[in-house]
């Protein structure tokens, strides 16, 4: 935490908040940055409880979700206390298939479970219009992203096609495909402290029924959830990578990472290795776009996970901090400052 950055961890207090006060051997600090002598990072583990903190003012920045924009924060009193702020987020969500089970092996099962997953829906009635689907590990909106990938529809029909053709049927009546006297039944697992996940694995749950196959939802902690994910011990997982504004898909894509790195799934491929090793070393940007697309259409051929979405960043600030201007990858905070006439917390200089 102590590093040539602009501030520097002064206080922590587990549980409660995180203190950043001013670096005073800051390289830049000749140009008047940054402007907030400290900044405290309030821990807030209910939704609920921090929006009411910010309406009261005790929160001068908040990341809220889409139905309290949208229920919560449209009248004229928040309105006139907030500025809202609504921007891609480099970050996208996803369902991991651990491609060491037998029944996630066969990418025609892989991709027949994207085809049962009602994303429109979900957009529509869980994020209300603010995310957007994706079908690859790149940023929307970024020269890298391969756009010209068609979007895997919600095709309920062509997706027990697609399981039949693998060899799952329903042999003995009961509702459920089985394979070789194995039954297709899987566990998903994700965090217990985001709701938002959970309903989109409920709305799921039931589509993949219709089809003959059986996901159970398990919520856990999150250092749980890691521990599960770092061993391999798990079916599948809902869970989200943060993206860099240089993509390298090294870390979670090549097969020396699935043993031990975050290619926890096992993806294992040798042409998608051998371009991710050729991007690294690639200086024209040009090319290095090229060599990337290549990457993604095999990753999306193969479906190791069903890509979920790149939701929207919405971020609600009181009105007495200037300088916020929104950049392809999110805000700078030591832009922001608040002009003396509004500023209302006085910090002693040592």
């Not at 096992?266 to 690294?280: P, S």
Request: with cysteine; charged share 30%; aromatic share 14%.
């Amino acid at each position: 935490p102590i590093g040539s950055g602009p501030y520097v961890l002064t206080e922590w207090q587990t549980g409660l908040q995180l203190v950043l006060s001013r670096n005073p051997n800051y390289w830049r600090k000749k140009e008047n940055l940054p402007y907030f002598d400290k900044i405290i990072y309030q821990i807030i583990l209910d939704d609920n409880a921090s929006l009411l903190k910010l309406r009261r003012g005790e929160l001068d920045a908040l990341a809220i979700r889409p139905e309290d924009l949208l229920r919560r924060a449209q009248s004229e009193k928040f309105r006139s206390q907030f500025n809202i702020f609504i921007y891609p987020r480099p970050a996208y969500s996803y369902i991991g298939w651990n491609m060491r089970r037998n029944v996630f092996k066969d990418k025609r099962v892989r991709k027949a479970l994207t085809m049962l997953l009602n994303r429109e829906k979900i957009v529509e009635r869980i994020y209300y219009g603010m995310a957007e689907i994706i079908e690859s590990p790149f940023m929307p909106g970024t020269p890298e992203y391969h756009n010209q990938l068609a979007r895997i529809p919600f095709a309920p029909e062509e997706a027990k096609k697609l399981l039949d053709e693998s060899g799952w049927h329903d042999t003995d009546g009961d509702g459920v495909r089985d394979k070789d006297g194995e039954k297709f039944y899987f566990e998903v697992m994700t965090t217990n402290s985001n709701p938002v996940a959970e309903k989109i694995l409920t709305v799921y749950q039931e589509d993949l029924a219709r089809a003959g196959t059986v996901m159970e939802i398990r919520l856990l902690e999150w250092a749980s959830l890691l521990e599960r994910v770092d061993s391999r011990n798990f079916d599948a997982v809902l869970m989200g990578w943060q993206m860099p504004p240089d993509p390298d898909p090294y870390q979670v894509w090549h097969s020396s990472q699935a043993e031990k790195g975050s290619n926890f799934v096992g993806f294992v491929n040798k042409e998608a290795d051998e371009l991710i090793e050729k991007g690294r070393i690639c200086f024209d940007r040009n090319e290095r776009i090229q060599i990337y697309k290549r990457f993604q259409e095999i990753v999306y051929d193969e479906q190791p996970y069903t890509f979920l979405f790149a939701p929207k960043a919405i971020l609600a600030v009181d009105k007495r901090v200037h300088g916020i201007r929104i950049y392809p990858f999110g805000v700078y905070e030591r832009e922001w400052f608040v002009p003396k006439n509004l500023q209302k917390y006085v910090y002693s200089q040592n």
